[in-house]
Every structure is written in C-alpha cells, then in structure tokens.
C-alpha cells in the first residue's frame, strides 16, 4: 500500500509542472483539454495515477537502493556538498545548513538504483516503435522523467541504427 501523503505530494508537484509548462506556451488547461479532446476529470484522474506510478516506481528502486547497498554514505554526501559548496564558493556548513540532505541523499540513491537495474537489465534487440505521442505523452505528465531518458539512452546505445530503421534519439 502506497502512502497516501505521499501519492498526493507528487500529484501536486505533477500538477503545478503541467500548469507551469502550459503557461511557457500560453495555453490554459481548458484550451489543452479541448485540443486533446479530455475532460478536466480523466485528465485529472491520468495524472493522479501518474503519480501513483511514480511514486510506486520510485519506492521501488529505493527498496533496490537499499537491498544493493547504493544509498550514498554520510562520506559521499559531505563529498557531494563539499562539491556544491566549491561551486557556490560558500563555506560547506552554509549550503548543508540549506540543503534537505536526506531529500538529496534519496534521490541520489533512487539515480544509482535505476543505473543498476539498466546495467543488470538484458535487453532484447527487437525494434519498438516509438511514438512521438509516446514520448510527449511520458514528457507531458513527467512520469518517470528522468529514468525513461536515462533508459532510452542506454537502449539507443546498445542498438544498432539498422536495427531502428534508421532512427536517432
């Protein structure tokens, strides 16, 4: 059972994205209903399990995180704010006293996750068509972002162009 809490925040996240990346375009969520011919409630509901999924998926790899001993250690994590702090040229107490650490340190766990389940993963080499709705669609509602592109890099490297028709990422 998914928390509820949980399953909420990302769909408000989802949400507030969505309307964000309308605004960039000068479309109202009601003109975008309209063009994709949805009403406000099934768009609403194929967010929300968007969202479900989402956070599913990222329960799930950081089970993976935990059980392969991916979770960045207190070490990595001063190592990786040591980093941000030469960047900012701040003093590394500073930017650990703003940063959520756990946040960063999760989300870090939940990258080394999805790479090792790729790197472990075997890949039939049977071309599947993808779709630009696909893509937008993945895009549009922000499931899984940055893992779908992660995995599509992997899989566009390990494939030949003559085994996609031709095709560049």
């Known amino acids: 059972e998914l928390p509820s809490v949980l399953v909420e925040s990302t ?9 964000q990346q309308l605004q ?23 967010v929300h399990k968007a969202a479900e999924n ?3 998926a990222r329960m799930a790899l950081l089970q993976v995180a935990q059980q392969e001993n991916l979770v960045p250690t207190d070490e990595e994590m001063t190592a990786k704010m040591q980093e941000r ?17 756990e946040s960063i340190r999760r989300n870090e766990a939940i990258r080394r996750a ?4 790729i790197d472990h ?13 696909f893509v937008v669609f993945l895009d549009f509602f922000f499931v899984l972002r940055y893992f779908y592109s992660r995995i599509c890099n992997k899989i566009w490297a390990r494939l030949s162009k003559s085994q ?5 990422p």
């Open 24 to 46: 960039m375009q000068r479309v109202s969520l009601d003109h975008y209903l309209s063009q994709v011919h949805q009403t406000r409630e099934t768009f609403t509901a194929n």
């Open 121 to 133: 993963s075997t890949i039939e080499e049977k071309p599947v068509p993808c779709t630009g709705f």
């Open 54 to 56: 989402n956070t599913r």
């Open 164 to 168: 996609i028709g031709g095709f560049e």
């Open 85 to 101: 702090a030469d960047k900012l040229k701040k003093p590394l107490e500073e930017i650990m006293a703003k940063s959520n650490v």
């Open 11 to 19: 769909y408000q996240r989802e949400m507030e994205n969505i309307q």
């Open 114 to 117: 999805a790479d090792w389940v």
